[in-house]
């Protein structure tokens, strides 16, 4: 049996979703006094807003978010900007007074 175009294309994801899908992360939450905690999280991959981002992770909101690079190096996120989310990224924030 076959299909029809518009069949065909009526199965196929919205634009922008066809390469999204669960990947697996991980988040360094950290304290002032330096007590790391590290937490693994399953979030969907591709562009992501950083405020989604923080939320998907469970960052606050009003603290930054890093991403670490392969080469161990740190970038800032910016919540105005996009991040294009990957298997394996690792993140890292910092909590006033403390990890909880």
Do not use: C, F
């Amino acid at each position: 049996m076959s299909q029809t175009s518009s069949e065909a294309t009526d199965a196929l994801p919205e634009s922008g979703e066809a390469d999204r899908h669960v990947v697996e992360v991980t988040v360094e939450i950290t304290a002032e006094d330096g007590e790391t905690q590290t937490v693994t999280k399953e979030i969907e991959s591709g562009p992501t807003e950083v405020t989604t981002l923080k939320a998907e992770l469970g960052v606050a909101e009003e603290l930054s978010l890093w991403v670490i690079r392969k080469n161990g190096t740190k970038k800032l996120l910016s919540g105005h900007e996009k991040h294009d989310v990957r298997k394996g990224d690792r993140y890292q924030t910092i909590i006033p007074g403390g990890v909880s």
